[in-house]
Nanobody, 120 residues
Framework: QVQLVESGGGLVQAGGSLRLSCAAS????????MGWYRQAPGKQRELVAR???????NYAESQKGRFTISRDNAKNTVYLQMNNLKPEDTAVYYC??????????????WGQGTLVTVSS
């Protein structure tokens, strides 16, 4: 089993910053892709950003230049630095990972989500 635990959400004013963290634990052999998705009320879950174990990244268009994803492979942790936050960034942010377990299974794992609220 692999678990993801997110932290760092909260309430921030427009223009402010937050840093989300997500740590993976469990029976992990390796983690290829780690990413962040978000789901606003009444909307579908959407990709925010993702990063491979080699450091390649891709971002949703609306986050380019404001959000930065990074990871610490030694700690199996991914981060999302969010700057210049806007009210439309308000959502539950979910961590996602594709992990290979020690038993050789490839799993897609989701965190429980962390709420980010941006006030205007």
């Amino acid at each position: 089993q692999v678990q993801l635990v997110e932290s760092g959400g909260g309430l921030v004013q427009a223009g402010g910053s937050l840093r989300l963290s997500c740590a993976a634990s469990g029976s992990i052999f390796s983690i290829n892709v780690m990413g962040w998705y978000r789901q606003a009320p009444g909307k579908q879950r959407e990709l925010v950003a993702r990063i491979t174990s080699g450091g390649s990244t891709n971002y949703a268009e609306s986050q380019k230049g404001r959000f930065t994803i990074s990871r610490d492979n030694a700690k199996n942790t991914v981060y999302l630095q969010m700057n210049n936050l806007k009210p439309e960034d308000t959502a539950v942010y979910y961590c996602n990972a594709f992990a290979t377990t020690l038993q050789g299974k490839i799993l897609e794992v989701w965190g429980q989500g962390t709420l980010v609220t941006v006030s205007s």
